[in-house]
């Protein structure tokens, strides 16, 4: 996200003594800060994983079930995840501080900041590190106590949306203390490199399969607001539905498996709704053709276990009746 000033913050640097201290590692190969956020003072980097587009998945409160996650925040852009290593005797609070003040500065926006599973929930730390939702599982393990700290926030400004989630672990058995840093970008995605399945073809895979995934279906995150830019796919669908009136489909809402089953269900299933109001309000389409159906995540089409895998999943269907 390009910006207007200057805001990479400097994390205040420690005494040299502390340097001279510093783990015995280099950053790993390719790596580097992020252009938004410098690194606590003798940190080096363990872990690295970048993108220019993805989905990306933030906690956004307390997490009591690792298994049924409803604050979290998902998101697309510029994706990139940082583990940081620091020697042990920097605490999990001083880090924390130093971040805060840095975003402070940068003029973000603090959303949530929790200390321990007391704050933060016991299944806090499944979440963000063993269910490889937040981080990938094997993002340079650790095991730690219950010293951790985490916070999130977000900067706005006319160039786009930038989230900083961070977690920060005292991992005394290892004499280590570790930072998880993701960082969205959320800026407007380049269209109009996905082509939207005209009415033939829509037609083609029904009669074919029985059934056909409907590109270029959009959302607002977590929510049944469909997106202008589902005007062309919504248009082709009707496409279809005025030259068969005799054709009868299910629109067919499908989820992720992040969450409770129960939330996703009712979501998948305002999200069916939702776009067969959008149909209805088009010229020549009968009601009677169209049945909305959610079925959350209990026909994914790929694993869950990673951020591809979970956008995939989000999809409507038409479905014969």
Known sequence: MKVSHSIRVALVLLAAGSAAMALALADIEGSADHSLLGRFGDATISAYQASNYDAATLPSGPIADARAVDNRLELEGRVTRIGYRLPVEHTALEVARNYEAALTEGDFEFLFSCAGAAQCGAGFNRYVLNEGVVFPSAFDRAAFNDSSRALLATRADEQGTAHVFLYIMEDRSNNRTLVRQLVVESEPLQLGQV??????????????????????IFFATDSATVEAESAAALEQMAELLRNTPELAVYIVGHTDNQGSLDHNLALSQRRANAVVEALGALDGIDAVQLDARGVASLAPIASNASEAGRAQN???ELVLQ
Do not use: F, H
């Not at 082509?195 to 270029?216: F, H, N, P």
């Open 314 to 316: 989000r999809r409507v």
């Open 195 to 216: 082509s939207v399945k005209d009415a033939g073809a829509l037609q083609a895979a029904l009669d074919t399969d029985g059934s056909v995934i409907v590109d270029g």
